[in-house]
């Protein structure tokens, strides 16, 4: 392997850190801790935790496995995510966030000398790759933990402004997808990828409908207003067990008042937005929703080939083609979705919007190895969450377009409502 790209790997964490460090910088107090959750983790430890990260593949590792000594004494009794209980992390003795954004600095300078001392090391430039994306995911994280304990919406670096999300006319219906024989995963050769990704591998599917667009708030009301949350015909055993010891009547986040539906949004009350997508429902909701439809969650295979099938006979990288992600075909980078009609220039070949972007959206797939799988040295990146996970696709509002594809796969337990996920839905073929 050539020399790498050092311009773009260094912006590449440059703007991973102005990213984080843009959604924490407004925080003080117990802000820094919030309370001991099982979906959040202390935000202080959780941007020490990135540093930890960086630090320990691109400046510590060793060919043998074995790790050199951390700048910070005692990192690693810190911020091993692997080795240190969930629980735990509100109890130990962080450095202050001045001392912890020190840590950051100092690991992100080592980095870029290293970078630029040594461009021909293809081990560093994966680690330094791998850096930045989890920087990025840790990103989004920290939306999810402002939206969970109420904290102000982020302020945000601008997206570019000159072209401005317009809603289309609506559009629904259901897409017809052949199926057939279709390459699933990720292709070699085409840049970074992570291993529960690798590699394309082919199935087979029978042809199948799906929903042009995400179920939208006003869709989902229906579904609480004609008391789905008290029927359990509609909800698996697992569901409606969590159903019966959460107590959800409606999704989170969601109150009547005066007779009609709020959501909050980061820490403010508003007006439920019909024509945005449902956001913050789980699995079990998402599935609940699909029986008293008569419809189902697509099969992740079903997914990606809605959104990769360019009905030519070639894949896409994006449901819209191959060029990069902008404002005009995907919402991204953001803090709030957009209606589910919207952004028609990023429409897949069978005219499915937001497939990227706006929401998560859950699938009907529990989260397994592609054949052949092979870890990545970040061994505990997917393997422990393999048979226990639900997989969703697409990203979020709030997810860096870099790092979205139509390969890619993020996977939650299927009780989690924190993040940022919808749903779209499939006929059911009699």
Partial sequence: MGQFDT?????????????????????????????RLPIVNPVLWEIGHIAWFEERWCLRWRADGSLAASVLTGADALYDSSAIAHDLRWDLPLPNPEATRAYQDQVRDRVQTRLQRDRDDPNLAYFAQLAAFHEDMHAEALQYTRQTLGYAAPQLPPQDAGTPVVA?????????????????????????????????????????????CCVSNAQFAGFVEDRGYMRPEFWSEEGWRWLQQSGAQAPRYWRRQDGLWQQRRFDAWLPLPLREPVLHVNWYEARAYCRYAGRRLPSEAEWEMAAADSGAGARRRYPWGNAAPDVRRANLEGSAPVPVNALSAG?????????????????????????????DPYKEY???????????????????????RNTWRNFYMPERYDIFAGFRTCAIET
């Fill in 7 to 35: 311009a773009d790997l260094t912006a590449q964490l440059s703007t991973s850190r102005t990213r984080s460090r843009a959604l924490t910088q407004d925080l003080e107090g117990e802000q820094w801790f919030g309370p």
């Fill in 168 to 212: 289309s006319v609506e559009t629904g219906g259901d897409a017809f997808i052949a199926g057939g024989r279709y390459l699933l995963g990720a292709a070699r050769g085409q840049g970074f990828v992570f291993d529960n990704e690798k590699w394309e591998h082919y199935v087979e599917l029978r042809p199948f409908r799906i929903a042009r």
């Fill in 347 to 375: 429409a897949s070949a069978h005219g499915c919007r937001q497939l990227i972007g706006n929401v998560w959206e859950w699938t009907d797939s529990t989260f397994a190895a592609y054949p052949g799988f092979e870890l």
């Fill in 382 to 404: 997917s393997q422990p969450w393999f048979g226990t996970h639900k997989v969703l696709r697409g990203g979020s509002f709030a997810t860096p377009a870099r790092l979205i």
